[in-house]
């Protein structure tokens, strides 16, 4: 083999682990939280004005990840080194010039390439995806010179398995709580704690300028030379600039109200037994296949003196529908959707809290039977 061919057959092989795992690791997150993929297709749909797919972005939040975990898995095997190179090149084709329009027009907060697992900026995605684009391409030309870790026979097992095997991980996150919460309102932690700001934490900093004109033409001043009392200059307007992100808590905007607009979130917070919520971001669109089993915890926790309140986005209408459908007693509490669907992915879902630390929470699928009520939450109260 000459240097050339050798140096050609390095840099394939070095592309390829690159890809690859990027592309499994992209994958397996998305598969973690089907449910926050979702929620980022419908973002980006409503950006740009396609929300008639929204129905459909479930499935394509499925598929995306299913998708991206079985070419990372090919191309890191070697199975069919021709067709997956392709898939993986248009891909990046697709995503790169998607991800330099985000960084520019900014559409979307993050593009969620990584879920919640791993949040970057806009520009940080389009650089990167121009790395992997690079990549592509030369795994694209060289693809015959990657090896194969199986022989062929093994191909089609290879592929079908990963892609099936990737759905089926979606499903049960999705019928389920993930299996790996990404999101700051994981069981265990207090959200009390989390929403505290130390006493000497750092500031944001700003940078103001304000524009003035005279004789027809503007000029930008700072706070020390503004002419602040020289009437011959007339103010247009002021500017303010973030030049430095001060101390971020990493639970933020938590707040929950009552019907009458009282922001009763510390005394939630504060409550010193045990509480549980049912977090429901829109009562239009929740499940009712568990409302016996929801019943039944509510009278529980009457019975043993648990407040038990219902968390809502929706409003009087939606709440009054969902009362008369399901016989619901318990008081209802309102909050931000999005908010709520960070807290539980599940709609409806239930979480029982003490003194503002979280001890456990269920998809609506998992919330406990009537017979096993007292023994579950009783098993969380001894923590």
Known sequence: MSMKERVIKIAAEACRPLVGVVFIFSGFVKAVDPVGGAIKIDDYLTSFGLDFFKPFSV?????????????????????????????????????????????????VSDCGCFGDAVVISN?????????????????????????????????WFIFFFSYIYCLGFCWYNYYHLPVIDFLPY???????????????????????????????VKKEFTLENYPANDTSWTFIE????????????????????????????????????????????????????????????????MDH?????????????????????TGAEYEYLLADETLLKSMVRSNPGMILLREGTILKKWHYKDIPEEENIANVINSYLKW
């Open 305 to 325: 003196d648990i407040p038990f309140y219902c968390v809502t986005a929706s409003g009087n209408e939606a709440i009054r529908r969902w009362t008369d459908y």
């Open 59 to 107: 499935l394509l939040s499925f598929n995306l990840s299913a998708l991206e975990f079985t070419l990372g898995i090919c191309i890191l095997l070697g199975v069919y080194r021709r067709f997956t190179s392709i898939l993986i090149f248009f891909f990046m084709l697709v995503m790169t010039p998607l991800t330099l329009y985000l960084a520019i027009f900014n559409p």
């Open 186 to 216: 994981k069981t265990g932690i207090n959200i009390t704690e989390l929403m505290a700001i130390p006493e000497d934490a750092e500031e944001d900093e700003y940078q103001y300028s304000f524009i003035y004109a005279k004789d027809g």
């Open 238 to 301: 002021a500017k303010t600039k973030l030049i430095k992100e001060g101390f971020r808590p990493e639970i933020e905007d938590f707040h929950i109200y009552n019907r009458k607009d009282d922001d009763v979130t510390r005394e939630l917070l504060n409550h010193p037994g045990p509480l549980i919520l049912i977090i429901a971001p829109r009562l239009e669109k929740a499940s009712d296949e568990r409302i016996d089993e929801i019943n039944n915890v509510y009278d529980y926790s």
């Open 123 to 155: 520009w940080e995605t389009f650089f990167k995806n121009l790395v992997l684009m690079g990549a592509s391409v030369v795994i694209l030309i060289y693809n015959q010179r990657l090896f194969q870790v199986y022989t062929y026979r093994a191909f």
